[in-house]
């Protein structure tokens, strides 16, 4: 298998990919924990109430970027380098216009934002804050995502992930300064995370520097249909984005019913230890998808299949590990983050542990499908995936599953979901082959 030079180029891209991966899930626990020490409760309650405006102004970035670099990748597979670059610039030109109504947003609306959001007293004006930062610095997030990917699939994964680390890196270094050092309170750690795209933007201007890139900057005209394309290839990646925050929503509330304060910080121990093993997975996608966008392009079918094949094989594989890890360390797992010691928080992260994560072996299946119809120009069943996990399935199977088995219902509505997604997947595959593609 070694000696096959897809396989190459397939772990080539995959790994990179997931390093930059858990560079970003690690940052996110980091700018967590920073606030939370340096802003308190008070902070952290900002930080989520904010969440969702930040999650979608990334996932619209994620939406351009994944859609226009698969369309894009496809047509540079077939000599159609004139496309290529029409679907270039019409990507850039989405991302400013994105741009500008997030930007007008956070100028004109952050407070009224902040009010829908729930954001009371002292939590309102901090959360006010954060939001007007974030979306004033929604340009450098949408087109640090969406040039991430185009470089990533124009040949360069490994300047990719170095922005994706970098950026990563520079948001905690500036956490510490600006909220410590020079004690910028909730300014600080918005300007953290804005500053942080910037940086990932430095980096992967490099690629721009070489003379036979095939990303340049030009006047093509703006084409509604290709933006359409792009938009309707791309929505899987914005579901994705913005429903884990609808998740947890859902599951906080529904443990908090159930178990009180002690079963949501029970969650949060789950919940934080899924973000880094999801992001592995996505990184596995997202390294599958140039890849196979070339050989469908191309027309070669039978290393589309094969390049699936790697990436299922590599989830599976990953998740027997991590799944035996976390069975096995269970204990020691919930402990890292029982600063307490309570032996009810301690009970309950046990066992949610070994139940929850039994849907990492479908899960990372379902999210590999998503990205590989997307990948194969076929955003429908995309969407019918990334829809069911984020919303559609889960959420009313939560409520059934908890009314009926209790907190024990709640951990396996993941793994059930997962299960009757992956059926979901190879009936859409089976109906996709039956069609050759």
Not at 240 to 261: A, P
Request: hydrophobic share 55%; charged share 15%.
């Amino acid at each position: 298998m070694m000696k096959d030079n897809c396989l190459k180029e397939f772990l080539k891209y995959v790994s990179l990919n997931v390093l930059g991966m858990l560079g970003l899930s690690c940052y996110i626990l980091a700018d967590t924990f920073f606030i939370s020490r340096g802003l308190g409760a008070d902070g952290l309650t900002a930080l989520n109430l904010a969440i969702p405006a930040f999650s979608f102004v990334s996932g619209c970035g994620m939406m351009l970027g994944m859609g226009g670099s698969a369309k894009f990748t496809i047509l540079k597979a077939q000599g159609k380098n004139e496309m290529c670059r029409i679907i270039f610039m019409n990507t850039i030109y989405l991302s400013f216009g994105f741009s500008l109504i997030f930007s007008a947003s956070g100028l004109f609306l952050s407070d009224r934002l902040a009010a829908l959001l729930g954001a009371e007293g002292n939590i309102f004006e901090m959360t006010n804050i954060y939001l007007k930062i974030i979306l004033l610095f929604s340009p450098a997030f949408i087109l640090n995502n969406v040039l991430n990917c185009y470089v990533r699939n124009n040949g360069s994964p490994d300047l990719a992930m170095a922005g994706m680390l970098f950026g990563s890196l520079s948001n905690i270094v500036f956490d510490y300064i600006f909220i410590f050092p020079m004690h910028l309170g909730i300014l600080g750690a918005v300007l953290a995370t804005g500053f942080s795209p910037i940086v990932g933007l430095l980096i992967l201007s490099f690629h721009f520097m070489k003379k036979k890139n095939g990303l340049r900057l030009g006047r093509e005209h703006f084409s509604s249909s290709i933006s359409k394309d792009i938009i309707i290839l791309g929505i899987p990646s914005l579901i994705t984005e913005l429903s884990s925050g609808v998740v947890m929503i859902v599951f906080n509330g529904l443990i908090m019913r159930l178990e009180g304060n002690v079963g949501v910080a029970a969650y949060g121990v789950v919940a934080n230890i899924s973000i880094v093993v999801i992001s592995v997975f996505t990184g596995v996608a997202q390294g599958l998808q140039p890849v196979s966008s070339r050989a469908f392009g191309e027309n070669d079918l039978k290393k589309t299949r094969k390049v699936l094949f790697f990436a299922v094989f590599t989830v599976l594989l990953t998740a027997f590990v991590i799944y035996g890890f976390i069975f096995i360390f269970s204990k020691e797992t919930a402990l890292v983050f029982n600063r307490d010691r309570n032996e009810q928080l301690q009970t309950i992260a046990e066992n949610g542990l070994k139940l929850y994560f039994i849907g990492i072996f479908f899960a990372g299946i379902n999210i590999v499908f998503s990205v590989f119809f997307m990948s194969v120009e076929r955003p429908y069943p995309a969407w019918i995936i990334s829809s069911g996990r984020g919303f559609a399935v889960i959420v009313p199977l939560a409520f059934f599953m908890a009314h009926f088995f209790g907190i024990n219902g709640i951990w396996l509505t993941f793994p059930l979901t997962e299960i009757i997604l992956n059926a979901v997947s190879f009936i859409l595959l089976k109906r996709i082959r039956s069609k050759k593609l």
